[in-house]
């Protein structure tokens, strides 16, 4: 197997700053396609957080003028991360959430900034770095999405590029005004360019010029072209279909694993769920939650957003309440899904309990805890957290949507007979169909054999990044096999 080399773009990468999957894929690719012959380093931005978690640095380059102020090209580590990261304190000197300003809105210069990340990934493609000139640069949704087209734009030979979507819904729109700034050339405004909808369309472009476009899971891979789930952008990605693929995102299974975890009260693993009781017993103390070890108890860990479908739990709570279950939510965003959570479980103490914030330890913790994990998403181009329930013997209950239906398989009859159930399902996605499925969840818990048998199949899943890492490494060989770009 000849190595190969990869370079990735990312503005997230756990764990060192994150605000969601990207930051999880972002930080456990490389060290997948690591058995796979391929190294991979990864360009992120200089926050804060990486310059502090940044082992080994090394300044690589020092320019004057770039993107409005002096910045530096760091290499160096972070644990078993290789990385480069964009010194621009211009730019990126901000601590906290890397898109937003403490006031909670996006910083007014993310065009600048984001472009800046995607310029500095093209340079690098083009052999700004002598000791890493990579086979193929590899961008991650639309902060990193100008890669490709800066390359194509730069008119010289250069490495094979792939863009991988995490999420459609966000696509980095920003106005015509400022295309000289961020050193994109007139004429590439135009609708087979960089041009989307009258403005400069970050994403757009990408997917227009990446030799080969990914996306997270086969279903959303389908769902992003047709014309409800391609939020604009079916057209294009119709055209490009040829050039797209769908392949399923892994966990990281030692960080994720309950035989090991440190965040969690017991320890545990297929042949020993009994001492999963200790977890759920702790969990139902840390929310409040009635001590009765056989009451059905549903969790959910999430960003609270109109795409994970929060607000139809909400709505699905007098089933929840009516039908004697409990439910833990750890979950912060939306302000006002935020404060109705905690005003139902203000109202219904010892029945719902919700965190409100971001919580690591308390996501391993309900992982472990809860008897299945309520995912009701409107789309969802993959998810993590129905991944990590499957290997935490916690059932996932989700909508048939994205890499939701590609990674749960329904506890119907026939598949419980055969031993492929490892969850429950349910479309469209609405309160009552959500409630529906609360239900038979609920009913098949009450046959404890059953349920433990879809707890051992859940848990038996390959959830782990190998094969899945194989399939991107298979994919920048046959890239690199066509002839030069
Ligand atoms: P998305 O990226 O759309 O938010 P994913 O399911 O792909 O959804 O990834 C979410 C990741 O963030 C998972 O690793 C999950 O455990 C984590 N997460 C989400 N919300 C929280 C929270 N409030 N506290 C801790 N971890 C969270
Ligand atoms: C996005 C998607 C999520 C996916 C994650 C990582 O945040 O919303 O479904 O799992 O990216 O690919």
Known sequence: MTSLRVLSVASEIYPIIKTGGLADVAGALPIALRAEGVEMRTLVPGYPDVLNALAKAEGVLEWQQFFGGTIRLLSGSCGELDLFVLDAPHLFARPGNPYLSPEGKDWPDNGLRFAALSRMAANIGLGAVQDFVPDVVHAHDWQAALTPAYLHYSGRPRPRTMITVHNLAFQGRFPQSMLAEIGLPPDSFNMYGVEYYGDIGFLKAGLRFADIITTVSPTYAVEIQSDEGSMGLGGLLRDRSGDLRGILNGIDTNVWNPATDPAIASRYDAGDLDSRAANKSALQRRFGLEQRPDTFLLGVISRLSWQKGLDLLLEAIPTVLADDMQLAVLGSGDADLQERYRAAAQANGGKIGAVIGYDEELAHQIQAGSDALIVPSRFEPCGLTQL?????????????????????????????????????????????????????????????????TIQDNGMRTDVSWRDRARRYADLYREMIALAPA
Do not use: Q
């Open 388 to 452: 990590c329930a499957l290997r935490y013997g916690a059932v996932p209950i989700v909508s048939r949507m994205g890499g939701l239906e590609d990674t749960v398989t329904e506890a119907d009859t026939a598949a419980i007979a055969s031993g492929a159930a490892t969850g429950f399902k349910f479309a469209p996605v609405t309160t009552d169909n959500l409630a529906a499925a609360l239900r038979r969840a609920h009913a098949v818990f009450g046959d404890g054999p059953t349920w433990r």
